[in-house]
Structures are given as structure tokens and as C-alpha cells.
């Protein structure tokens, strides 16, 4: 298996929703990686976890939470967005060690904040 | 941190034509630069990468080059096709030690006339 899914595809939320969005990669990959992606703009990293645990967290506003079960799932829970938190919601995964940095991308989860 | 600065921002071309889309980096110490392609709604696909210790790698119609010194790197696309109309972003990747952080250029809108 050489992909990385992410579920739902599409989400719509209230400001006062708490919703989930889901990540799975079964290629052994033990970095895995949230991205942000607006309209006509790169990928913006937003968390990386290392062999389950958080190493990087760029700052993120508090109502995005992740959270990593296992090696193999990555879960961003979300609660009292912003209309301006609508964006592609990517995650990635790569190996770990060194020379091993090629990152693989999930297909996205469209999110609408209404 | 890294710096990747990408050129041009939309490039058109016609079908059969080459196409060169150009980046640079600050950080001297970075060592491993991707290239990504993103149709419009899909996921960024791992399209060609090199490693800083080689200077050249091709692939099919697909080449990147890298200037260590100059700290630049470029993608050459031959024989372009329709199907390679898509947003392309470079990027790179500073070996930190525990983390392996992407770093992105602001992407080329490639469009390949018939």
C-alpha cells in the first residue's frame, strides 16, 4: 500500500461544531504531517509528528488539535473554527532517518467554516 | 529558517515546448529538494527530487538541476504535454536533525496550450 487516505473528503462546520478529520498510511512511514492550503497558495505546515509524538507545531491556533493514535493514524480535531480556517486540510508522511525524506500527500479534506 | 523564492509565478507554453520553472534557497545547509505538481483539486504529487550531492537527475521529460553554489535549482519539463498543465511548487528541505521540515516556493502555474 503506497498511499496515504484521509477522510472526509469534503466537511462543512458551524463555528460551534467539533469535528474530526482523519489521516492513514500503512507504508511504515513514522513522520506524519499536517498541512493548511489555501486557494493559489503552497501547503503551509502546521504540525509534524515524529514516531507518535509532536515535534513541530508552527503556531497553530488552539482550536486545531492533533492528535497521533498510533503509527499509522493522524487525527486533527477541530472546534469553534473561523470562517477564514476554510482551506485544504493535507496531511503527509515520510520515513524517518536520514536520506529518507521524500513526503507523500493524502488526497485533502475540503473544509468549509460557515 | 529557509527561504525558497520560485519563478515565474504562471508560465504558458505550447504544446512540444520546453518549460523551466526556477527556484532558489537561503539556507546553505539544506540538502534535498522535491518537486511537487498539484492539478486543480488534487493532492501535490512527489513529480522528481535531488539530493545536494548530485547535480543533475532526469526522468523521462523530467529533469531538475541544482547549483550548490549559486543555491539554486530548476525544473525542466520537454516534449510538454497537455496533461502537464498543473500549479508546480519546489521545495526544500533543511536537515535539522529530528526534523525534516518542507519548505515551499509559491508555485508556477504551468498551462500548456494544444
Known amino acids: 500500500d503506497t498511499e496515504v487516505t484521509q477522510t472526509p473528503k469534503h466537511l462543512v462546520m458551524g463555528m460551534t461544531n467539533k469535528k474530526s478529520l482523519k489521516c492513514e498510511q500503512h507504508m511504515g512511514h513514522r513522520a506524519m504531517y499536517w498541512y493548511k492550503q489555501k486557494a493559489k497558495k503552497p501547503p503551509e505546515l502546521m504540525f509534524v509528528?515524529?514516531?507518535?509524538?509532536?515535534?513541530i507545531n508552527e503556531s497553530v491556533p488552539s482550536r486545531f488539535s492533533p492528535e497521533c493514535p498510533n503509527s499509522s493514524l493522524l487525527n486533527l480535531h477541530l472546534h469553534a473554527l473561523q470562517p477564514e480556517d476554510s482551506a485544504l486540510y493535507l496531511c503527509?508522511?515520510?520515513?524517518?532517518?536520514?536520506?529518507?525524506?521524500?513526503?507523500?500527500f493524502g488526497p485533502g479534506t475540503r473544509l468549509t467554516v460557515t | 529558517g529557509e527561504n525558497v523564492e520560485q519563478h515565474p509565478s504562471t508560465l504558458s507554453v505550447q504544446e512540444g515546448d520546453s518549460a523551466v520553472i526556477k527556484c532558489t534557497y537561503s539556507?546553505?545547509?539544506?540538502?534535498?529538494f522535491p518537486w511537487y505538481k498539484q492539478e486543480l483539486g488534487k493532492r501535490p504529487q512527489l513529480i522528481i527530487d535531488?539530493?545536494?550531492?548530485?547535480g543533475e537527475k532526469k526522468d523521462q521529460r523530467i529533469a531538475v538541476t541544482l547549483n550548490k553554489t549559486a543555491k539554486h535549482f530548476s525544473l525542466h519539463i520537454t516534449e510538454t504535454q497537455p496533461e502537464d498543465s498543473a500549479v508546480y511548487f519546489c521545495a526544500a528541505i533543511t536537515d535539522g536533525g529530528s526534523n525534516y521540515k518542507l519548505t515551499f516556493g509559491k508555485g508556477t502555474l504551468l498551462t500548456v496550450n494544444p
Open positions: 539556507d546553505s545547509a539544506s540538502n534535498y
Open positions: 509528528y515524529s514516531y507518535e509524538k509532536l515535534s
Open positions: 535531488i539530493r545536494s550531492n548530485v
Open positions: 503527509a508522511s515520510s520515513q524517518r532517518g536520514k536520506s529518507s525524506y521524500e513526503q507523500y
